[in-house]
């Protein structure tokens, strides 16, 4: 399978009333997509509240720019991270795809961004929580790392070396 044929994650820094990560995962034509406050860690035992929001169109992966006031999510967007990824759970005995691991509420998947890399898993909240969220968590392997911390030390677009307050601004470059 070539690198265009597989499907992709992406993550966008959104600065709306509240900075987010919209962490967005391909799955059957759209971006199944959560809201993660504080970001991805790197580090396997921290877990990052994500809540699921709607689904967006696969074109929004390349979107960065600025939404205007007065809309949904008003604020700047940039591509945090993007790149292909892997469904680690068709791998398991049970040999789930996307969406019945989405439905069963256990998505693993292997990462191969410019930021992340490696296993990353979203948990379902138990009953009685919030249906909307979930838990973001590195899942221990080669490419976990308690030290990194790529959200404080790597801030800005992977595609255009922005930043979220470059975006707000209306800067070219
Ligand atoms: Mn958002």
């Given at each position: 399978m070539s690198?265009?044929?597989?499907?992709?994650?992406?993550?966008?820094?959104?600065?709306a009333s509240s900075l987010h990560y919209d962490f967005r995962l391909e799955i059957d034509g759209v971006l199944v997509s959560w809201?993660?406050?504080?970001?991805?860690?790197?580090d396997p035992r921290v877990k990052r509240l994500a809540v699921r929001t709607e689904d967006h169109p696969l074109d929004y992966a390349d979107f960065e720019g600025k939404i205007p006031k007065?809309?949904?999510?008003?604020?700047?967007?940039?591509?945090?991270?993007?790149?292909?990824?892997r469904?680690?759970?068709a791998e398991k005995k049970d040999a789930l795809d996307m969406a019945q691991s989405l439905e069963a509420g256990h998505v693993e998947?292997?990462?191969?961004?410019?930021?992340?890399?490696?296993g990353f898993a979203l948990i379902h909240a138990e009953p009685g929580g919030d249906e909307k969220n979930?838990?973001?968590v590195k899942i221990k392997d080669a490419e976990a790392d308690a030290?990194?911390?790529p959200v404080g030390t790597e801030p800005d677009s992977i595609l255009s070396g922005k930043s979220v307050k470059d975006v707000a601004a209306g800067k070219d470059e």
């Open positions: 690198a265009a044929d597989r499907p992709i994650f992406v993550i966008q820094k959104h600065a809201a993660v406050p504080k970001g991805p860690s790197t007065g809309e949904y999510g008003a604020g700047a967007v940039i591509v945090w991270d993007r790149g292909p990824y469904n680690l759970m998947v292997w990462l191969e961004g410019e930021k992340l890399q490696g979930w838990l973001l030290r990194r911390n």
